[in-house]
């Protein structure tokens, strides 16, 4: 019994392990992903940031952080946002 006991101990100790593992996996997912556009054109004198979505993310975006720190996400291949890029970019220079 004191057999029995102690292997159904280390069986569940080495569930444990395995869970946590797949746990942890989930740490890698994107903490940011844009899953629809914001419609309407933001005027570029009240964004003062942007930041690409990751690669693992199932849509490309560009969030868009403005003055009051409201964080949009926008299509990349938009014009206007890649106009709004460049003059973040140069800005920051």
Request: net charge positive; hydrophobic share 45%.
């Given at each position: 019994?004191?057999?029995?006991?102690?292997?159904?101990?280390?069986?569940?100790?080495?569930?444990?392990f395995l869970?946590?593992?797949?746990?942890?996996?989930?740490?890698?997912?994107?903490?940011?992903?844009?899953?629809?556009y914001?419609?309407r054109?933001?005027?570029?004198?009240?964004?003062t940031?942007y930041m690409?979505?990751?690669?693992?993310?199932?849509?490309?975006?560009i969030?868009?952080?403005?003055?009051?720190?409201?964080?949009?996400?926008?299509?990349?291949?938009?014009s206007?946002?890649?106009s709004?890029?460049?003059?973040?970019?140069?800005?920051?220079?």
């Amino acid at each position: 019994m004191r057999q029995y006991c102690l292997c159904l101990f280390i069986g569940l100790l080495a569930v444990a392990f395995l869970q946590s593992g797949v746990l942890a996996n989930n740490a890698n997912s994107p903490d940011e992903c844009c899953f629809k556009y914001y419609a309407r054109k933001i005027p570029i004198a009240k964004i003062t940031s942007y930041m690409e979505t990751r690669m693992d993310c199932a849509k490309a975006g560009i969030i868009l952080v403005t003055q009051k720190s409201l964080r949009i996400c926008v299509n990349p291949e938009l014009s206007w946002v890649k106009s709004a890029i460049k003059m973040i970019d140069d800005r920051d220079f």
